[in-house]
């Protein structure tokens, strides 16, 4: 794949999947482990920030490295929500049950995709600054 393309690619859905925790607050809050202080809620601010500012990074081309460390951290940070998710749903029905085992091995694809965009946009493909050394 093109390297710039896969940075496009998940940074508009980190753009869709932060705005969505501004427009649909309530599933986002319903993943959060309660026990998390200070309240779900802020959890679910903090993480919708997050994603829009890693989406902001990916999408530009200067800081996609950055971007793609950002990614990366934060489809880690996020894990124990899919992990909750997956427990506090075991007695759902079957379809959703289904949706939060898929989610945990899928975010794994997420945290390569991440290091992938690291890995294509290395500190030695940044253009040379004044006083390097050829």
Not at 3 to 23: C, D, E, Q, S
Request: hydrophobic share 55%; no cysteine.
């Amino acid at each position: 794949m093109n390297k710039n393309r896969l940075p496009i690619i998940v940074g508009l859905f980190l753009g869709l999947a932060g705005i969505m925790h501004f427009a649909n607050p309530s599933f986002f809050n319903d993943i959060v482990p309660p026990w998390l202080p200070p309240s779900r809620e802020f959890w679910t601010y903090i993480s919708g920030i997050a994603e829009l500012a890693t989406a902001a990074l990916l999408l530009r081309p200067t800081t996609r490295r950055a971007g793609g460390i950002a990614a990366f951290l934060l489809f880690i940070a996020v894990y124990p929500a899919n992990l909750y998710m997956t427990w506090d749903w075991r007695n759902e029905a079957a379809s959703q049950q289904f949706i939060s085992w898929a989610r945990l091995p899928f975010q794994f694809l997420f945290i390569w995709a991440a290091w992938s965009i690291i890995q294509s946009h290395s500190a030695d493909d940044r253009p040379a600054m004044p006083g390097d050394v050829a």
